[in-house]
Nanobody
């Protein structure tokens, strides 16, 4: 049984930092593409960052501010978020697929965590 559990969300002021983490069980984070998505109220879920092997992807709005990585020893997927902006506010989800292709669509992932809330105030 696959479980993905996010942690690390919270409330910060603009310019602050948060470090999210996704702990996986029943699933090896290094095998397939894994991504972080976010969803703001009344908006579609959007991909923030992906990692497969040594390849990384970032949404244009977070590039140079967010860093996705993988801790193979702990089987976790961290997301370091710096220089946060109010528009980064939303529920952040960890997603895992069963392919090495990193889809930008939520439908491309088979496993999801419950989400962790990030709120950035101005």
């Amino acid at each position: 049984q696959v479980q993905l559990v996010e942690s690390g969300g919270g409330s910060v002021q603009a310019g602050g930092s948060l470090r999210l983490s996704c702990a996986a069980s029943g699933y090896t984070v290094s095998t397939y593409c894994m991504s972080w998505f976010r969803q703001a109220p009344d908006k579609a879920r959007e991909r923030v960052a992906s990692i497969i092997g040594g390849a990384l992807y970032y949404h244009g709005t977070v590039k140079d501010r967010f860093t996705i990585s993988r801790d193979d020893a702990k089987n976790t997927l961290p997301l370091q978020m710096d220089s946060l902006k109010p528009e980064d506010t939303g529920m952040y989800y960890c997603a895992g697929g069963r392919t090495v292709i990193c889809s930008r669509e939520a439908s491309g992932y088979d496993y999801w965590g419950q989400g962790t809330q990030v709120t950035v105030s101005s």
